[in-house]
């Protein structure tokens, strides 16, 4: 065992990627047997049905959930590369970017694809700083037609800029890319094989995180959007309902969006114009249009991960807005639009709603009548025991650990969910009024060429990714 | 030494691999040690707490022991309270597993046959009931889980039943570590047609401090409703029967007045008051047992098998038998035989008191009667003395002495909280005699015959000596004694009982 074991350690300080026969057989095993334990948990429970309703309730649709999860995500196949080569728009709405917005022009340029079949729309959403003449200028480079500049003259929203270049192009395929995401070079050629299948409306390609290594928050969310992305997608991409399309790189069928466009564009919710979750709210309507929508998990991009805890949990807190309201709405529509995934979305909404209130309730039990939650903890240890047996199949990058710490941190600010839903009518990002750098040219590659491995930055850059967790909730 | 691929720099960088790869060896082997910690745990809170009933111990022979003379009581059951059985909890009232099963046993073997509430409920109503020669009723309070566990299988071999009687508050549902019931079992038990279920609720007998009377009787009339409520659900039906937490309805005064009330208004029909120590004294239930207050015989960790039957029989009430010498004699600090004039005879062997008294017989039914006997032994250095509705053998203080000395008749009571009192005395010189003193050794005729409140004492050639005794001297059996100086003998010859 020793010796197995040191040998891929040894390899793994100076190669980054492979993990040892050895290794990836123990994780797996250790992943199939916390996986029978919680499963033989859920059996007990339901053949001794014990304890207060609500938490056995609560106890049983996690542990199917999310042992559903990992039986799925075993049933995860790569879309087959068929060398299907579509047209494709690269839509990149840019907001106050400055020179960030070159370098997202210049990293998209160089991406392998054949040059005449993909063109990059730049939308400029009335910025108030030099973004304009960083994108005109960038797009000189290039030869006409390539990169199409597009000014919206004023400042109209991040959905009203996507829409613009929507309707400036007739490419087969949209390509969505947050500016401050970097897709490696195959990326776009990779995400696109999916759509060789007719009924497919959106691929989702697989986001890192570029500033890993940054601080302890940013390596907890490294593993964590590997663990939203290589189980929770792999997971919901098996019944053909990946229920957000991250925006921050994804793709989507043109025809699919045309017929769903203005109403995503000007989607009112409670009275209010939404500003965010766009990217939810557009996969949950093609999805409503009876399109199926997949995961790539070969289709990779690197993103920033806000590096403080405030940043962190604003970011947070819009996700779990967007969640709050397009959770219901797509399952006003999921029993008949694609009905195979209504158990595994029920699931998600119920456990997601449920968690919050858990977490509260075990906090004011503990401290009111000292009474500990073992099973509930015990419960949470091996499920985050779980994803770092998973992670370190996945990634060989001693970052396994953070999943146990990220696991704890994630439970603990669920019931931030709470606030966010009471907040859903406030439509404020908490970054698009202040302006963060963004400039700094060593926050990604020139030359577009994706890091082999996630690369310590030195600052925040650019504004935050609306990635949105996809559910993953422990 | 190994050669690392892409190693440059010599020693140095070595002692940072070396280090490195110490360090995730270290993480992950104790990564693996607190994962399988958690899956151990996960295991233990996983695993649902269904115990399986235990198979009853195989008792030697020796163990179990047969008294040929245990009487038939078919008038009278005798109600036996368990608690909890196990060999690993320690208590007063908790016997091992097995002790219990001896005690079974011996019921088993001395012909003991168990009865439903129905019986008991006819029974105290002084309805007509058939009774088998020796009925028993079997209780077990609190439903602990090894009422499921122990006493199922051991009541399934010995062919009983049993009355348990829940705490229903503490009911668990199954699959839950506790040490009591869970409802599953109970359905097991309710389906085994052995078991009958009645109720056990807490705080009855007393008021809370700070509690009146108004929100004492609504406090009792809710948990008395919430118990039958969760019976009901559980098993299907109500409890007929209560059981009083520790011990009795007692506390304030009025509450054994108001509490029975309060109880048939929610459905119960019997009450079961807790079984008095093995060693005190308690009534089989009888057609005078009030329903709101039914005796049992509590079972201590410490009774034997032996004295279960000796238990049972004082437990058991029984007639006033004339033939008092047959009766089982005694001795109490003396030398006591029956001899064969059918004599009584008492002897003490220094000064002091000494007596003949009636051995686990339960006089609780010896009210009014009539004792014949010719007394023999009386000198300047003895007296002797007969006592009736002597409280001992009916479990209560009190008892009517008659001390007949050379020179004097008295008669006295004790009182229940165990004072004397002189009631009346005569002095025995004969007159007619001349004032002269009796022979030594001369013989005495006496007839004590104690009814209602009074008691008449009769020697021959003396005036009868009447005297009111206190009420709550009300029954009780005979015993015979002495007091003396120094070794003597007195002999009771042909004592005779008759009942009035």
């Keep these: ?474 | 030494m190994t050669t690392y691929p892409g190693t440059r720099g010599g020693p140095r960088r070595l002692l940072d691999l070396a280090r490195t790869r110490l360090l995730r060896f270290l993480l992950g082997g104790l990564s693996v040690v607190a994962l399988i910690s958690l899956m151990a745990a996960w295991a233990k809170v996983t695993v649902p707490f269904d115990p399986d009933q235990l198979a009853p111990l195989d008792l030697p022979a020796t163990a179990v022991p047969y008294q040929p003379d245990q009487p038939d009581h078919p008038d009278a059951i005798p109600a036996l309270t368990y608690h909890a059985i196990s060999d690993t909890e320690r208590g007063d009232d908790v016997l091992s597993r097995r002790r219990f099963t001896e005690h079974l046993a011996t019921l088993a073997r001395n012909g003991y046959r168990t009865v439903r509430l129905a019986d008991v409920e006819r029974l105290v109503a002084g309805e007509p009931v058939t009774l088998p020669a020796k009925p028993l009723l079997l209780t077990f309070d609190d439903g602990m889980a090894s009422t499921w566990t122990v006493v199922d299988p051991v009541l399934k071999r010995y062919h009983f039943t049993a009355v348990t009687f829940l705490i229903t508050s503490r009911i668990v549902e199954p699959g839950t570590p506790s040490a009591y019931l869970s409802t599953q079992q109970l359905k097991r038990m309710r389906d085994s047609g052995r078991w009958e279920f009645g109720s056990r609720t807490p705080d009855l007998h007393r008021r809370l401090p700070a509690e009146t009377a108004r929100q004492w009787t609504e406090r009792v009339n809710a948990n008395l409703a919430r118990s039958q409520d969760s019976l009901t659900r559980v098993l299907g039906r109500p409890a007929v029967a209560v059981s009083y937490p520790l011990g009795a309805a007692t506390g304030t005064p009025e509450i054994p007045e108001v509490l029975p009330e309060l109880l048939g208004q929610q459905g119960f029909r019997l009450a079961f008051a807790g079984g008095q120590g093995a060693s005190g004294h308690s009534d089989a239930l009888d057609p005078t047992s009030s329903r709101w207050r039914l005796a049992r015989l509590g079972m201590r960790s410490t009774t034997l098998a032996g004295a279960l039957l000796t238990t049972i029989r004082k437990a058991v009430p029984v007639a006033p038998s004339a033939d008092l010498p047959a009766q089982r004699w005694e001795a109490d600090h003396a030398g006591c035989t029956v001899t064969g004039e059918r004599a009584i005879q008492v002897g003490v062997m220094a000064e002091g008191y000494g007596a003949c008294r009636l051995a686990g017989t339960n006089t609780t039914r010896w009210r009014d009667y009539q004792v014949s006997t010719r007394v023999v032994g009386i000198d300047r250095h003895a007296t002797a003395i007969l006592a009736v509705r002597d409280g001992e053998g009916a479990g209560r203080p009190g008892r009517l002495e008659i001390a007949l000395g050379e020179s004097s008749l008295l008669t006295r009571q004790q009182r229940a909280d165990g004072t004397w009192e002189t009631l009346g005395s005569l002095t025995l010189t004969d007159r007619r005699a001349g004032g002269s003193q009796r022979p030594a050794g001369a013989a005495y005729e006496v007839q004590v015959e104690i009814r209602g409140a009074q008691l008449s004492v009769r020697v021959a050639g003396l005036p009868q000596l009447t005297s009111a005794v206190a009420p709550e001297i009300d029954r009780g059996g005979v015993r015979f004694a002495m007091a003396a100086d120094g070794p003597r003998t007195v002999m009771f010859e042909r004592p005779v009982l008759n009942v009035l």
């Design chain 1, 1 to 474: 065992m020793s010796t197995a074991g040191l040998e891929t350690g040894a390899v793994a300080t100076v190669e980054h990627h492979s993990s040892g026969r050895f290794t990836l057989t123990l994780a797996c095993t250790g992943v199939a047997v916390v996986c029978l334990l919680v499963a033989w948990h859920v059996w007990v429970r339901l053949t001794f049905f014990r304890g207060d309703f609500v938490m056995a309730l609560y106890t049983v649709v996690v542990s199917v959930y999310v042992l559903s999860r990992f039986v799925l995500a075993a049933f995860y196949r790569l879309p087959e590369d068929r060398g299907f080569q579509p047209t494709v728009a690269i839509i990149v709405p840019a907001y106050n970017e400055g020179v960030g917005v070159s370098r997202t022009i210049h990293s998209c340029m160089a991406l392998d694809y054949p040059a005449e079949k993909v063109e990059l729309v730049v939308v400029n959403d009335g910025s108030c700083d030099d973004t304009l003449d960083y994108m005109t200028s960038a797009a000189a480079h290039y030869a006409n037609g390539r990169v199409r500049c597009i000014d919206l003259g004023s400042n109209q929203g991040k959905r009203a800029a996507m829409a613009a270049g929507i309707r400036n192009t007739s490419a087969e395929i949209l390509v969505f890319i947050d500016s401050d995401s970097t897709p490696a070079p195959d990326a776009i050629g990779r995400l696109v094989q999916g759509f060789a299948q007719d009924d497919v409306g959106a691929i989702s390609g697989i986001t890192y995180v570029r500033n890993a290594v940054r601080n302890t928050l940013t390596r907890m969310q490294a593993v964590r959007y590997v663990i939203s992305f290589d189980l929770l997608k792999r997971a919901e991409s098996v019944l053909g309902a990946v229920t957000c399309c991250s925006g921050c790189f994804a793709a989507y069928r043109r025809a699919s969006v045309i017929e769903v466009l203005s109403g995503w564009e000007r989607q009112r919710f409670l009275g209010v114009e939404c500003t965010y979750g766009d990217d939810r709210a557009l996969t949950n309507r093609v999805l409503r249009a009876g399109w199926q929508t997949r995961y790539d998990a070969s289709a990779v991009a690197w993103t920033e991960a806000p590096t403080t805890y405030r940043g962190f949990l604003k970011q947070q807190a819009r996700w779990k807005k967007s969640w709050a309201r397009e959770g219901p709405l797509l399952l006003c529509h999921i029993w008949r639009s694609r009905t195979r995934a209504l158990p595994s979305i029920a699931a998600q909404t119920l456990a997601g709603v449920l968690s919050p209130i858990i977490v509260l309730y075990m906090i004011a039990t503990s401290v009111t009548a000292g009474r500990i939650a073992t099973v509930y903890l015990i419960g949470l240890g091996l499920i985050a025991s779980a994803y770092c047996l998973l992670y370190r199949m996945l990634r060989n990058d001693d970052l396994w650990p953070y999943a146990l710490l990220g696991a704890v941190l994630y439970v603990l600010i669920s019931p931030q969910l709470i606030w966010s839903a009471l907040r859903i009518r406030d439509g404020s990002w908490g970054t698009r009024t202040v302006r963060a750098g963004g400039a700094d040219p060593s926050s990604s590659d020139p030359d577009g060429s994706a890091p082999s491995i996630p690369r310590p930055l030195d600052r925040i850059s650019g504004r935050q990714a609306t990635m949105v967790g996809g559910g993953a909730r422990t």
